[in-house]
T-cell receptor, first 113, second 113 residues
Framework: KAGVTQTPRYLIKTRGQQVTLSCSPI?????VSWYQQTPGQGLQFLFE???????NKGNFPGRFSGRQFSNSRSEMNVSTLELGDSALYLC????????????FGSGTQLSVL | QQQVKQSPQSLIVQKGGISIINCAYE??????FPWYQQFPGKGPALLIA?????SEKKEGRFTISFNKSAKQFSLHIMDSQPGDSATYFCAATKGSGTYKYIFGTGTRLKVLA
């Protein structure tokens, strides 16, 4: 069974640009959540999607948005990039929303110059 | 009420020694406390988890100790090995509804050969 796939693995952008990150969950998993990982801050919850609906949202500005498609694949978008957005963005899937066990992808490393 | 405080930030242990990482939470609604292990270049992976109805859970060399009254839980790695060198994250959530995961800030463990 394939794991959680995130693309691309690395991205370099400049301030003011926008970026879209993609996540394909494990087959049969319907919940996808996104996290931002930075040194010293750990993993900060961005949002969770289940059956194409956003179920929960973290404390991030509106520049961060996401969506989920009918096949459970998810995308995350960051507009008007800032230097502080440089981080590892992790996607995690689980069978159901509220399901405890999360399966993480390897992440997308975003660098904003 | 949503924080999970993790310590220490980094830990160096000799091979064969015991590694201990501590976490404290605030929200008494949490009922699921997992530990995730992350190797460089990879996403976190579930290592072991506990629910508050038991005070200890052991899986191989890994043990979680849970103190409900103190709102604390800890990970013990017995007979630590160089292959255990990784970053460890504690987390807390409620296993139903739309609660989000709250992660600690991580502990970077290095086991010396």
């Amino acid at each position: 069974k394939a794991g959680v796939t995130q693309t691309p693995r690395y991205l370099i952008k400049t301030r003011g640009q926008q970026v879209t990150l993609s996540c394909s969950p494990i087959s049969g998993h319907r919940s996808v959540s996104w996290y931002q990982q930075t040194p010293g801050q750990g993993l900060q919850f961005l949002f969770e999607y289940f059956s194409e609906t956003q179920r929960n949202k973290g404390n991030f500005p509106g520049r961060f948005s996401g969506r989920q498609f009918s096949n459970s694949r998810s995308e995350m978008n960051v507009s008007t990039l800032e230097l502080g957005d440089s981080a590892l963005y992790l996607c995690a899937s689980s069978k159901q929303t509220g399901n405890e066990k999360l399966f993480f992808g390897s992440g997308t490393q975003l660098s904003v110059l | 009420q949503q924080q999970v405080k993790q310590s220490p930030q980094s830990l160096i242990v000799q091979k064969g020694g015991i590694s201990i990482i501590n976490c404290a939470y605030e929200n008494t609604a949490f009922d699921y406390f997992p530990w995730y292990q992350q190797f460089p270049g990879k996403g976190p992976a579930l290592l072991i988890a506990i629910r508050p109805d038991v005070s200890e859970k052991k899986e191989g060399r890994f043990t979680i100790s849970f103190n409900k009254s103190a709102k604390q839980f800890s990970l013990h790695i017995m007979d630590s090995q160089p292959g255990d060198s990784a970053t460890y994250f504690c987390a807390a959530t409620k296993g139903s509804g739309t609660y989000k995961y709250i992660f600690g800030t991580g502990t970077r463990l290095k086991v010396l050969a």
